[in-house]
C-alpha cells in the first residue's frame, strides 16, 4: 500500500475495523474508504457489485462479520453462518471482479479443532471436529480462508488471511448477552462494585484458557501482513500467552477495585477447553504484540468509565 492507495476498510465501526482505520490514519494513508451498514448492505450482493463497480478500490480489508461470544453463537447459529457467508462471499468476488491489488479476510481461532494440540499451529486447519458453539461461525469462517486460496489458485488475486486469537479493545460489545468474555466481566465487576453486590457470576467452570489480543494490535499485524506477507497460507495473530478465565476473572477484579467473591455458574458453557496460538510463523516474518494484558485491561477499563451504558 502507498499513501494514497485507496483502501476500503469492510466493517470499520466494528473493534477490528475502528482499529484498522486508527492504524491507517496514524501511519499517514490519505484515501480510507469506509461504508456503515446503513450506507451498504453487505449482504445484498447488487450493493456491494454496485459499490466495487463504482468506488476504485485498490485494498481491503474485511473486518466486517457477524461476531458474538459464546451465547450469542449458541443462540443464534443461522444468523451468523447466513450473514457471514454472504458478507464475505460477496466482497471476496466482488473485489475479484473489480481488480483490487489485495485483500485481507479476517478469520478467528475457532476454526482449529476442539481438541487441537496446543500452541495451535496453521496447519491444524479441518484436523478435527470443530466446538459445536461456534461452528456455524466456524464453518463460515473456514469458507472464507478456502474462497481466499481459490481465487487465488484460479484467479491469480492474491488474497490472504489472518487468525486473530481472542480480541478485546476501544469500542467492544458490552452487552451482557451478546460480548465476549473480557468485556462482560470488565462489566459485571463495575456493576457490582457500584450496586455493593457480595458475589459476580462468571459463566462455565473458569478452567477454560484463552490468549487476549488487544485490537489495536491486531491492526498493527494486519497492516503489516498486507505490505509484507503474500502467502497462500494462514497465518495466526495472537500474543502466545494464555490464562484461564479464573485467572482473567482475578485480575479484571482487581483492576476494577472490586472486593466481593467469585462465584461460577457451571450449567453455562465452557466452549473449547483452550485456545492458543502458535505465533511462529507471523513472529518469523518480523511481527509481534506489544500490549500487555494488564495494561489492555486498564485502558479498556478506562475507556469503559467514559461510556454512557445507558445505549449499551
Ligand atoms: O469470550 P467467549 O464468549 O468466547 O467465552 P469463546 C470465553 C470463555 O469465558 C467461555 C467464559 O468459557 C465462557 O463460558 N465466560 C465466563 C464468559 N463468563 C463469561 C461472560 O460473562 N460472558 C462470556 N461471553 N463468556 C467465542 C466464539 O468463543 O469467541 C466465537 O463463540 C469466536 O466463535 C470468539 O471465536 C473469539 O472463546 O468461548
Not at 86 to 99: F, G, H, M, P
Not at 134 to 142: D, G, L, S, T, V
Not at 201 to 218: A, I, K, M, Q
Amino acid at each position: 500500500m502507498d499513501f494514497h492507495s485507496n483502501i476500503y476498510v469492510a466493517g470499520h465501526n466494528g473493534l477490528v475495523g475502528s482499529a484498522i482505520v486508527r492504524a491507517l490514519e496514524g501511519a499517514g494513508y490519505q484515501h480510507i474508504i469506509t461504508r456503515t451498514s446503513r450506507e451498504l448492505d453487505l449482504r445484498n450482493k447488487e450493493a456491494v457489485d454496485r459499490f466495487f463497480e463504482t468506488e476504485p478500490v485498490d485494498y481491503v480489508f474485511l473486518a466486517a462479520a457477524k461476531v458474538g461470544g459464546i451465547l450469542a453463537n449458541n443462540e443464534y447459529p443461522a444468523d451468523f453462518i447466513r450473514d457471514n457467508l454472504l458478507i464475505q462471499t460477496n466482497v471476496i468476488d466482488a473485489a475479484y471482479r473489480a481488480n483490487v491489488s489485495k485483500l485481507l479476510f479476517l478469520g478467528s481461532t475457532c476454526i482449529y479443532p476442539k481438541f487441537a494440540p496446543q500452541p495451535l499451529k496453521e496447519e491444524y486447519l479441518l484436523t478435527g471436529e470443530l466446538e459445536p458453539t461456534n461452528e456455524p461461525y466456524a464453518i463460515a469462517k473456514i469458507a472464507g480462508i478456502k474462497m481466499c486460496q481459490s481465487y487465488n489458485r484460479q484467479y491469480g488475486t492474491r488474497f490472504i488471511s489472518v487468525m486473530p486469537t481472542n480480541l478485546y479493545g476501544p469500542g467492544d460489545n458490552f452487552d451482557l448477552q451478546t460480548s465476549h468474555v473480557l468485556p462482560a466481566l470488565i462489566r459485571k465487576f463495575h456493576e457490582a462494585k457500584l450496586n455493593q453486590a457480595p458475589t459476580v457470576e462468571v459463566w462455565g467452570s473458569g478452567t477454560p484458557r484463552r490468549e487476549f489480543l488487544h485490537s489495536d494490535d491486531l491492526a498493527e499485524a494486519c497492516l503489516f501482513l498486507m505490505n509484507h506477507y503474500e502467502g497462500n497460507e494462514i497465518v495466526n495473530i495472537g500474543v502466545g500467552i494464555d490464562i484461564s478465565i479464573r485467572e482473567l476473572a482475578e485480575r479484571v477484579k482487581e483492576v476494577v477495585g472490586y472486593e466481593g467473591e467469585i462465584t461460577f455458574n457451571t450449567s453455562a458453557p465452557d466452549g473449547t477447553p483452550r485456545k492458543l496460538v502458535d505465533v511462529s510463523r507471523i513472529a518469523g516474518l518480523g511481527w509481534s504484540a506489544r500490549i500487555s494484558l494488564d495494561e489492555g485491561l486498564q485502558s479498556v477499563y478506562q475507556d469503559f468509565q467514559g461510556l454512557d451504558l445507558v445505549e449499551q
